[in-house]
Nanobody
Framework: QVQLVASGGGSVQAGGSLRLSCAAS????????MGWFRQAPGKEREGVAA???????STADSVKGRFTISRDNAKNTLYLQMNSLKPEDTAMYYC???????????????WGQGTQVTVSS
């Protein structure tokens, strides 16, 4: 059974940093595309960053230069390093996995439970 467990969220002031982690189990992690998504209250879910099994990445323009996605296939773990956080980054962040096309708008089969990030001004 595929399981994704996200952690690392919290409350920070603008300009601060957080690192999110997503521990994966129940499937061949290294073969999957992994992504981070976020959803703020009253807004649609948006793709933040994705990374394929070769390490190729896609990053949303809104976080480019501030957020970095990475993966450790030996530890079955996905990361999102978030620097220079802004109040508009406040959202629930979800990790997801797919065997299909890798991107910010493609279909993801498996989802974690989410971790809350709150950035105050």
């Amino acid at each position: 059974q595929v399981q994704l467990v996200a952690s690392g969220g919290g409350s920070v002031q603008a300009g601060g940093s957080l690192r999110l982690s997503c521990a994966a189990s129940g499937y061949t992690y290294s073969r999957y595309c992994m992504g981070w998504f976020r959803q703020a209250p009253g807004k649609e879910r948006e793709g933040v960053a994705a990374i394929d099994f070769y390490g190729g990445t896609s990053t949303a323009d809104s976080v480019k230069g501030r957020f970095t996605i990475s993966r450790d296939n030996a530890k079955n773990t996905l990361y999102l390093q978030m620097n220079s956080l802004k109040p508009e980054d406040t959202a629930m962040y979800y990790c997801a996995a797919t065997e299909g096309s890798c991107g910010l708008r493609t279909f993801y089969s498996y989802w974690g439970q989410g971790t809350q990030v709150t950035v105050s001004s």
